[in-house]
């Protein structure tokens, strides 16, 4: 496993942008972001492959949240732009060392970060 430090999130208002970044203490084969709204399941959002950098978005951030790497320091970032009050949730950075087709899937993933939340106000 590695250790997953998350930072970047807080509040803003609608149509405005955030930036996480999680950063590992090791190299794992993807890193991605989960989110989870009060009362509701944990979903994808987005996902990256380190070698290569061969993305994933879920439907409902496409074209709206980019997903980074920076390979020298091992981070990730989450640059998320035109937010919407439903985009509210605790953000959680993941790590997986599988190499299968799975990036949308939790159980995908071998490390977990604490988590940071993000409030979009309407």
């Known amino acids: 496993q590695v250790q997953l430090v998350e930072s970047g999130g807080g509040l803003v208002q609608a149509g405005g942008s955030l930036r996480l970044s999680c950063a590992a203490s090791?190299?794992?084969?993807?890193m991605g972001w989960f989110r989870q709204a009060p009362g509701q399941a944990r979903e994808f959002v987005a996902a990256?492959?380190?070698?290569?950098?061969?993305?994933f978005y879920a439907d409902s951030v496409k074209d709206r949240f980019t997903i980074s790497r920076d390979n020298a320091k091992n981070t990730i970032f989450l640059q998320m732009n035109s937010l919407k009050p439903e985009d509210t949730a605790v953000y959680y950075c993941?790590?997986?060392?599988?190499?299968?087709?799975?990036?949308?899937?939790?159980?995908?993933?071998?490390?977990w970060g604490q988590g940071t939340q993000v409030a979009v106000s309407s």
């Open positions: 090791g190299r794992t084969y993807r």
């Open positions: 990256v492959i380190w070698i290569g950098g061969t993305t």
């Open positions: 993941a790590a997986g060392f599988k190499s299968i087709s799975c990036s949308d899937y939790g159980g995908c993933y071998d490390s």
